[in-house]
């Protein structure tokens, strides 16, 4: 949506903040879904369940580009959005079993990698899709790319092994646990200001930054070079020292963004910040996953369902709240100082859960020495 929401307010005679509503029922979808509906189909076999959930996806997204009203095209994203973090969760289940234990680690990070790359790479295309043909055409080839998902998961996915797959009360019982709950916490207020820009990038830079229209699809596809490096390095220095990099990663992006404030009217300048926000963007996020596995290793498949629902709680709240403020007097300007002030709650959130969990560790080495 981050591209097409103008052109979508507009065909359908809405404003550009309730076109946000979009993305805030999308994200609501993939909450109640994700955890919900993994935890449901806890014993069906994998490759059908993977199947059916794409043949939802394809349905929803063709209902998308064919809506005749906001109303349906809201309908249409919120079931679109039930099945998605539920794919995702599976996804990431079958790659590791299907690699011998020692480089089940590589498997989820090229997975990982995947999503991330769809996630660049998709933006850019559905927004030059969409400024050729129209907003509906960019709904229209998601359609066909799950489409085209669902043939290759049916010709080349084998039947994996269920050995090992849980209930859905074992499941859903690791949501009871406070370092998951924490952990949801940490990925929802963490990501909801850099969302909040990244959601509204088309008014922030065409309305205040002066770039034209046709240049946010390069613009986007910047933003995507400097997620794709943040991914990549963000991973890297948490594994080095995750008590550290974590939250000094979140501190970055907050300066970031109020640097962008100062520098919104500037062409030159917004452009090198979206390069810069899309970077600390992207590397917040491997550390909140390996959170999120570390907490909740005895449901794997439920614990990226969970992280997916924090990271769309983050989306709904930030399609929701940029939109009030994209459509108040002061106009969209004040989405970046908002924005910094949710990333140091997220900071903040994340130090005093760090200090607790590295104390609990700590506590553990003492007493395994003694």
Known sequence: MAGIMPEVATDLEVTVGTAGL???AYAVGMIIGGPVLTAVTAGIDRKRLMLALLAV??????????APEFSFLLTARVVTALVTSTFFAQAIVVAVQSAPPKRAGTMVARLAFGMNLAMILG????TQI??????????AAIAVACLMGLGLVFLQLAPPSDAGRTSAVSELLVLRQRPVLVALAITAVGNVGVLMVFNYLAPL?????????????VLLLAYGIGATIGNLVGGTLYDRNPWLFQPALLGLLAATLVGTW????????????VVAIGLLGFAIIPGMQARVMMTAAEAPTLAMAVNASGYQVAAACAGLFGGLIADSAAGPRPIYLVAAGLTMCGLLTTAVATRSLHGTHREGAAVTAD
């Not at 933006?123 to 559905?126: K, L, R, V």
């Not at 969409?130 to 709904?139: C, K």
């Not at 002066?210 to 946010?216: E, F, N």
């Not at 100062?262 to 062409?267: D, G, K, Y």
Request: avoid cysteine.
């Open 130 to 139: 969409g400024s050729q043909w129209g907003w509906r055409a960019t709904f």
């Open 22 to 24: 979009l993305i805030t």
């Open 262 to 273: 100062f520098v919104a009217a500037s062409t030159t300048l917004t452009a090198v910040a």
């Open 123 to 126: 933006a850019p295309i559905g």
């Open 57 to 66: 996806a394809v349905v929803g997204n063709a209902v998308s580009a064919l």
């Open 205 to 217: 830079l065409t309305d205040l930054g002066g770039h034209p229209a046709t240049r946010l699809p």
